[in-house]
């Protein structure tokens, strides 16, 4: 009995080191991504909601899909990142020239693709018109090739124009 207690401790020993060193690499491609882009981008298991939102109070998350959350960490949030010892993956970044499209307004609806003119002005104009009494249109100058610019107004009293903070 004693010789099995001591074999499972050894096993259990070698798979603490081989997860421990898992990690540490790991945490050098984190660093390496962070010093050549200056972000990475992380996912791990979505841990419920108490502990998503003390999570998210320390690092920022962009998004939680299908049981995964993601985030974007910065220089400043990987030491507090990485002291939540989550099992985490890096997300490859992904290496692009251009400007990637979204293909139809719910495509861009998803904001991880940048929106044409027609679909910019689709969206702002239907959350106006699914947000009645919070959300209103309204034009604040034309691009340089003569487009309207489109902003939100987006208040309790969206057409009232009262003494309060204004974020553009």
């Known amino acids: 009995m004693l010789r ?3 074999i499972l401790l050894i096993i259990i020993t070698c798979f603490a080191a081989v997860a421990d060193a898992q990690d540490k690499s790991d ?3 984190l660093a390496e991504q962070l010093r ?9 298991l979505y841990p419920g909601y108490d502990s998503l939102s003390a999570i998210s109070r320390l ?4 998004a939680v899909k299908k049981g995964t959350v993601y985030c974007v960490l910065s220089a400043k ?4 990142f990485q002291s939540l010892k989550l099992h985490y993956k890096i997300i490859p970044r992904e290496e692009s020239k251009s ?6 307004v719910e495509e861009a609806m998803n904001w991880d693709l940048y929106p044409t003119y027609g679909q910019y002005d689709t969206i702002m104009h239907k959350l106006a018109f699914e947000y009645p009494f919070l959300c209103r249109v309204d034009t604040i100058g034309l691009s340089v090739e003569g487009r309207l610019i489109l902003a939100l107004k987006i208040s309790d009293n969206v057409n009232e124009d009262e003494d309060e903070p204004e974020v553009l």
């Open 99 to 104: 400007v990637e499209s979204a293909s139809s």
């Open 77 to 80: 949030d990987i030491d507090i």
């Open 36 to 44: 050549k882009y200056g972000q990475a981008e992380v996912s791990f």
């Open 27 to 29: 945490d050098k491609q």
């Open 4 to 6: 099995i207690k001591i």
């Open 59 to 62: 690092v920022p998350v962009s």
